[in-house]
């Protein structure tokens, strides 16, 4: 297994809509390996395959406390909004380091994807889970949380992370 290295925002790569797979062969097992490794390492609890910038639809999620319960969803999509109503969460993204904003999505999804079995499976989620789940689908559409944000605070982020990236920082 080995880590990827994540397109940091305003990587115009991260704004590429990603295509459906096929069947899950080898390279997209290795793929997902690959990308769970990558976000545990960045302590993240989502990652979408365009964060990689690989533009395929796959995204790796594990909001469990013991980060072992890896959740994979390949060509997933939304089947249902069960609960409207709006949560309000604090929403990061290992794509904007270091920034964290209060969004507000539906609380309860149906999703349909399919499985690294080749299956398709569909899933209610709700709390968390229906947070990260919207998130990462909008990552296959190159859709990004500051996006949901006013255009002033989502210019200074740009600009911030436009910087560091200038001075090569790290953090
Ligand atoms: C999406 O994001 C998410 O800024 C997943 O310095 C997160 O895993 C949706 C992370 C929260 C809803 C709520 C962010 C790690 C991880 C950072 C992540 C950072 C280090 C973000
Ligand atoms: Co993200």
């Keep these: 297994m080995s880590t990827l290295k994540i397109l940091i925002f305003p990587d115009p790569r991260l704004r590429t809509v990603a295509t459906a797979v096929g069947t899950v062969d080898g390279k ?11 976000m545990y390492e960045g302590k993240g609890i989502g990652l979408a395959a365009t964060q990689v910038n690989v533009h395929k639809r796959i995204i790796v999620i594990d909001v469990s406390e013991e980060k072992n319960k890896p959740l994979v969803l390949i060509n997933p999509s939304l089947e249902e909004i069960i609960e409207p109503k709006k949560m309000p969460y604090s929403e990061g993204c290992l794509s904007v380091p270091g920034f964290y904003e209060e969004l507000e999505r539906p609380s309860k999804v149906k999703i349909k994807a399919t499985g690294l079995d080749n299956k398709n499976f569909s899933l209610e989620a709700e709390g968390i889970l229906s947070v990260v789940i919207q998130h990462e689908m909008d990552h296959l ?31």
Excluded at 28 to 38: A, F
């Design 28 to 38: 997209i097992t290795t793929l997902v390996d690959n990308m769970l490794e990558t």
């Design 141 to 171: 559409d190159g859709k990004i949380f500051v996006d949901y944000l006013t255009n002033l605070k989502r210019e200074i982020i740009r600009k911030k992370l436009s910087k560091q990236k200038k001075l090569g920082a790290t953090s």
